[in-house]
């Protein structure tokens, strides 16, 4: 099972976490600094996995961010790094072609994305194209209430004219 | 670029990109916490719209790494929001924010509820999300059959089934007891048949936990997955969408071959037959291609096929093709795939009998062992670790002592060790093996811990052929410039036993030994100067005839530290100094080492100990941990030099539980010992004279050789003795040799448990029994949670209380199978009649494979549960002190061979026994005044008081005083704190009076005993 999900730019700024086991404030906090110290060090060219603790965390750099994903030891590594690819493909195509200031300005976006991807550490969807409908539902939804809200208040406008 | 589609937060958002530093990063955070925390503050005044950008700032300044610590009520109330947008964001949040531990999380339960069972498709989306990500244990209880609903009834959407899927998932695993097997099984079965492959993913993802908790409800499961895997496989109907690169999911091929992988074999043999195909195809079809993510999802589905065919050991050729795939694997350029092969070929050594093909590749390993990832590097050193036998010990021992000089830091420890492991259980020849360790300690002497150093002394003592070589090389490694302190302390061991024998060899005069050791004194720690006098001694002693000058040399740095600070030196100068006065009486005193009894190294022991821990899920991983730790037993019982095991064990009733028993006592005490707790006096003193400290109280009773078998034989019958009844405690019936062995230290776990409420009572490799107790008055409840670590049930389970006299006790049914991977708890009450120190026995037996494990443990429902500590006054303390005169009422004992402890400490402990230390009370600051209440039936609450007068000069003597007003809670309240306050380890036959031995002949200061090798290594034993 996925036990968290990091991203952390390369100045070990952190863009997103998502926590599927219990750790408290004060132990997420020492993660990210621990696994942004071991990870941000590792040069090109190395595989994709690092041993840390009991677990392994599989992690992908992409253009200034880094990907991360704890997983116990006896899962599949390959298979984590691949739905680390699958995240960011659904990211690109929600975005078009994204970047991390995309994610800087809408993480909120990359958490509803996130979550339709995966619970309870591991994955629920593995079709680009579902993802990208449920999200563009989400997203009209919100676009629904917001133009009723503002509908409303324009007819209280009106009223008390 | 997007912006957030609310302006106050990438307002914010840029303003925080702008800062300059980090200072005016905190200040804009501040003042934007500030402005969320008065905006929450009249929360009235605010729109959802607004709620919901707070929210989101504080995730963002959470995100950032600061302490966000209020405004989780907000994003929790969110949640009951009757709009979609604010009601997403109030899910969102709050799973981000919050952790499954977290109180406000309960609050929010009904609502979730709500959400689940109600009619809209979103709602329930965004619950099950949030309950998936961050439910526990209470969601477990109160949602689990509302989910399982959701997810088997065919009138929801697929967007919702999945995410109930795995949602239960996490509720399973949060209580496995939501999902009730006999009904869930059939229904798992028909989810198997789900068209839409996003409720199959999840789905599978949820069996795969069912399987590996309970394979044997699930057989219903397998052919079904074979299909699932055949249909994949062949990409036969599956939708575009869900082909990854081309691939047909491999995320749920991957799923389904882990499933297959619970169950022990498939035996219908026209569904094995499918299998085998699909698994043939995917080993040999599998090509390398340019393009990475196809390359990598590829052989995901490889090497879970490779882990597949492992499991159901197929046949020879098919195994084979698998050694020569990863054979193949890592020796390519692309490293993750290097990293897997390396991994996986590990995994495989273990499970079949492929060694020799594996070792075929050494060279290759070996130079992966040099790899530039340090990931790589670790996968190598396992693998050799794994691969190693008698036949390439000396290769495979020789490359890590090389790379040694090279690893990275945090490699060497793990280094260190395993070349120590390798060098001991596969040493051609026991020179070899003490060059390698010389050569360890030589290369790496921060990384070598105690037990390396005190294993190869133990090996040197045990063979007399060995002896004159190694004292040879002891004396070689003298000579180089700056040795590690660990080599100064093993050589002057060594040269300080056996320099000797190597007396007519150039530069190996006593006095030429002497100068040559004498050199490092002023480089090493006060740690190893006790183990320099004593080869001084022993050099002193075996110079014959003796040489007037070498003696005043010695004489002078014996009166030199006469007066040393620390008392382990000062005691052995003086005690040496006065001993080599008497001539003759030296030779007896300082006579060679007797030889060890032979035990298990403590290393192997504390190697094994660590796979036991790892207990992974996977059936692959179980087996292959049952195989290393047999090969460890069995391996290890070969270097029996010295007295053969049977001769001097003859005395004892049970002897591999006896002795394993010991060693589990003498890792347990290295292990805390190295973290420095369990004595603080002097962490790293071992004491140079391994005999006295091994036969502590007994060296007096008679020669070394018959002292050993009186010390062994004597453990069982000495009834007074804690630790010792505990060793003889597990009593399996059947006497198979591999039977069941507790780990760690059950004695230990009793004290411990004895000063606290909660921990481990008992644990082996099949069940841990752990306690939580609570204790009101005179009545307690403890709970016994029995757990089955196992993949397959425990059964025959009984526990049997047997009460001591003065408690009422009742405990609840227990079980009579515990299901694997499962936890019961059984409440056990008590009542506390009367005063009383006897203790409670669980006799607790199961039955495991056809091996009955029966233990009788001593349950921590002792005396000081049922105190109260209350403070008292001047005013009030002295009336009740005075009142209460002399015996039966007030009992005065003086107490010895009490554990020297600073005052500090000793009220510390006085506090854990839940008396309260006063202080202030007594005029003398050396002396403790505590008070407490008893409750018992018959005494009510009744009022204690203690005094304890300690000597500043000698703290390991006390006068005790205990006054109450019933005698005989005085009488067993006064034995309670005695018993608890003198040092049982080390002096477990003579806790009353100091042993009539004269002080020069055993130079042991208690200290000192509990920091000895020999304890490291024997233990009790």
């Known amino acids: 099972m996925i036990q968290f999900v990091l991203l952390i730019s390369r100045q070990g700024k952190v863009r997103l976490t998502k926590w599927y086991s219990p750790y408290t404030q004060k132990e997420r906090t020492k993660v990210l600094r621990e696994l942004s110290g071991v990870i941000l060090a590792r040069g090109p060219k190395l595989c994709n996995f690092v041993e840390w603790r009991e677990y392994k965390v599989v992690y992908k750099r992409y253009a200034s961010l880094y990907f991360c994903m704890c997983i116990d030891q006896d899962d599949n590594e390959l298979e984590v790094l691949e739905i680390i690819h699958h995240f960011v493909e659904i990211l690109d195509r929600y975005f078009g072609s994204v970047c991390e200031l995309d994610l800087i300005f809408n993480f909120h976006k990359a958490y509803y994305i996130l979550d339709e991807l995966l619970i309870a550490g591991e994955l629920q969807e593995s079709s680009k194209k579902t993802v990208a409908r449920l999200i563009a539902a989400q997203d009209s939804l919100v676009e629904t209430a917001k133009e009723q809200a503002s509908s409303i208040s324009n007819m209280i406008a009106q009223a008390t004219k | 670029m997007a912006l957030s589609g609310m302006r106050g937060l990438s307002v914010f958002i840029s303003d925080i990109r702008n800062c300059q530093n980090k200072e005016q990063e905190r200040l804009r955070v501040d003042k934007e916490l500030g402005n969320v925390r008065t905006r929450f503050k009249n929360e009235k005044g605010l729109t959802p719209y607004e709620k919901k950008k707070y929210v989101w700032k504080m995730l963002y300044i959470y995100m950032l790494g600061y302490d966000v610590d209020f405004g989780h009520m907000e994003a929790v109330s969110l949640i009951s929001a009757p709009k979609y947008p604010e009601k997403q964001v109030g899910y969102i949040v709050t799973s981000c924010l919050l952790n499954e531990n977290h109180d406000f999380l309960r609050l929010a339960i009904n609502t979730v509820r709500n959400d689940i069972i109600g009619r809209n498709e979103t709602f329930q989306c965004l619950a099950l999300t949030m309950v998936g990500n961050i439910g526990g244990r209470e969601f477990a209880e109160s949602l689990a059959p509302d989910v399982q609903k959701l997810l088997i009834s065919s009138s929801y959407r697929p967007l919702v089934r999945k995410k109930a899927a795995l949602c239960l998932l996490r509720l399973y695993r949060k209580n496995p007891d939501v999902v009730n097997i006999d009904g869930w099984a059939d229904r798992m079965a028909q989810l198997l048949d789900e068209r839409d492959l996003g409720v199959l993913t999840s789905s599978m993802s949820l069996l795969v936990a069912l399987v590996s908790n309970h394979h044997d409800a699930y057989w219903s499961c397998l052919p079904k997955c074979v299909k699932i895997l055949e249909r994949l496989a062949r990409n036969q109907d599956i939708p575009q969408e869900y082909t990854y690169y081309g691939i047909p999911s491999p995320w749920l091929q991957v799923k389904t071959m882990r499933v297959l992988q619970y169950f022990p074999t498939v035996e219908d043999p026209n569904t094995r037959r499918s299998l085998f195909e699909v698994l043939q195809r995917i080993l040999m079809g599998t090509d390398v291609v340019k393009n990475v993510n196809k390359n990598n999802a590829s052989h995901a589905v490889l090497f879970e096929a490779l882990a597949l065919v492992m499991h159901l050991d197929a046949e020879k050729e098919m195994m084979s093709q698998c050694v020569a795939l990863l054979g193949k694997f890592i020796a390519v350029r692309e490293p993750n795939i290097r990293y897997l092969g390396l991994e996986n070929m590990t995994r495989m050594l273990m499970v079949t009998d492929v060694q020799d093909i594996i070792k075929r590749h050494q060279a290759q390993i070996i130079t992966s062992l040099k790899d530039p990832d340090v990931s790589i590097r670790r996968r190598a050193l396992d693998l050799l670790y794994g691969m190693c036998d008698v036949s390439n010990a000396k290769d495979i021992v020789e490359e890590l002592l090389q790379y040694l000089s090279t690893a990275d830091f945090a490699m060497r420890e793990e280094l260190s060790l395993k070349a120590a492991i390798l060098a001991e259980k596969f040493a051609p020849d026991l020179s070899w093996y003490v060059d390698v360790i010389l050569q360890l300690i030589d290369k790496a002497g921060d990384f070598v811990s105690d037990d390396i150093w005190f294993r190869v002394v133990q090996f040197v003592t045990n063979n007399e052929d060995l002896q004159p070589y190694a004292a040879a090389k002891a004396r070689e490694y003298l000579d180089k410039p700056a040795i590690h302190e660990t080599m100064v302390k093993v050589s002057a061991?060594?040269?300080?036993?056996?320099?000797?024998?190597?007396?007519?060899?150039?530069?190996?005069?006593?006095?030429?030994?002497?100068?040559?050791?004498?050199?490092?004194?002023?480089?090493?720690?006060?740690?190893?100067?006790?183990?320099?006098?004593?080869?001084?001694?022993?050099?002193?002693?075996?110079?014959?005839?003796?040489?007037?000058?070498?003696?005043?040399?010695?004489?002078?740095?014996?009166?030199?530290?006469?007066?040393?600070?620390?008392?382990?030196?000062?005691?052995?100068?003086?005690?040496?100094?006065?001993?080599?006065?008497?001539?003759?009486?030296?030779?007896?005193?300082?006579?060679?080492?007797?030889?060890?009894?032979?035990?298990?190294?403590?290393l192997i022991k504390k190697a094994e100990d660590t796979e036991v821990d790892t207990a992974e899920q996977s059936a692959i991983k179980l087996r292959a941990q049952q195989q290393t730790s047999n090969a460890l037993v069995v391996t290890d019982q070969r270097p029996a030099n010295g007295t053969p095991p049977a001769n001097h064990q003859l005395g004892l009733v049970k002897i591999p539980n006896m002795s394993s028993n010991a060693d589990h006592n003498s890792t347990d005490q290295g292990l805390s010992q190295e973290n420095g707790t369990l004595n603080k006096v002097d962490p790293q003193t071992p004491s140079p004279d391994l005999l006295g400290d091994l036969l502590g109280p007994l060296a007096i009773e008679g020669?070394?050789?018959?002292?050993?078998?009186?010390?062994?034989?004597?453990?069982?019958?000495?009834?007074?003795?804690?630790?010792?009844?505990?060793?003889?405690?597990?009593?399996?019936?059947?006497?198979?040799?591999?039977?069941?062995?507790?780990?760690?230290?059950?004695?230990e776990r009793f004290h411990a448990l004895c000063l606290k409420d909660s921990g481990v009572l008992y644990e082996d490799p099949n069940i841990q029994i752990g306690i939580k107790a609570e204790w009101r008055l005179h009545q307690g409840c403890l709970v016994l949670f029995l757990g089955n670590k196992n993949t397959s049930p425990l059964v025959s389970v009984q526990a049997v209380i047997m009460p001591p006299s003065h408690f009422k006790m009742e405990l609840s049914l227990v079980p009579e199978t515990i299901p694997p991977r499962a936890q019961v708890q059984c409440p056990l009450e008590v009542v506390n009649l009367r005063p009383s120190r006897d203790v409670a026995v669980l006799d607790f037996s199961y039955k495991f494979g056809h091996n009955m494990v029966n233990v009788k443990l001593r349950l921590p429902a002792v005396l000081n549960k049922f105190l109260q500590p209350i403070p008292v006054s001047a005013e009030e303390f002295f009336p009740q002190w005075r009142s209460l005169t002399g015996p039966p009422l007030k009992l005065q004992e003086v107490v010895r061979g009490v554990k020297p402890l600073p005052l500090a400490e000793m009220a510390n402990l006085i506090n854990s026994f839940r008396?309260?230390?006063?202080?202030?009370?007594?005029?003398?600051?050396?002396?403790?005044?505590?008070?407490?209440?008893?409750?018992?039936?018959?005494?009510?609450?009744?009022?204690?008081?203690?005094?304890?007068e300690t000597d500043p000069a000698d703290r390991t003597q006390l006068r005790m005083t205990v006054a109450s007003g019933d005698p005989t809670l005085t009488f067993e309240l006064k034995e309670f704190i005695k018993e608890q306050i003198v040092n049982i380890p080390v002096a477990p036959r003579a806790p009353g009076p100091v042993p009539p031995a004269p002080p020069v002949a055993q130079p042991t200061s208690p200290a000192a005993a509990l920091t000895d090798p020999g304890a490291l290594l024997a233990g009790l034993l």
């Open chain 2, 703 to 747: 020669p070394p050789g018959t002292a050993v078998q009186s010390h062994q034989t004597e453990i069982p019958g000495s009834g007074g003795d804690p630790n010792a009844v505990d060793a003889t405690a597990i009593v399996p019936v059947g006497e198979e040799p591999n039977s069941v062995q507790p780990i760690g230290n059950i004695a």
């Open chain 2, 493 to 602: 061991y060594i040269i300080g036993e056996f320099g000797h024998l190597l007396a007519r060899r150039p530069g190996c005069s006593p006095k030429e030994l002497f100068a040559v050791i004498h050199e490092k004194l002023p480089t090493v720690s006060t740690s190893t100067i006790p183990i320099l006098l004593s080869t001084y001694a022993k050099i002193f002693m075996h110079t014959q005839p003796p040489d007037q000058e070498l003696q005043n040399q010695i004489w002078a740095i014996f009166n030199k530290y006469e007066s040393c600070i620390d008392v382990e030196i000062q005691q052995r100068a003086a005690e040496y100094l006065a001993l080599s006065r008497r001539g003759e009486a030296l030779v007896d005193i300082l006579a060679e080492m007797p030889k060890f009894p032979e035990r298990q190294s403590a």
């Open chain 2, 915 to 948: 008396l309260m230390v006063c202080p202030g009370l007594d005029p003398n600051p050396n002396n403790l005044v505590a008070s407490t209440t008893f409750y018992s039936e018959s005494t009510r609450a009744m009022l204690c008081l203690a005094r304890i």
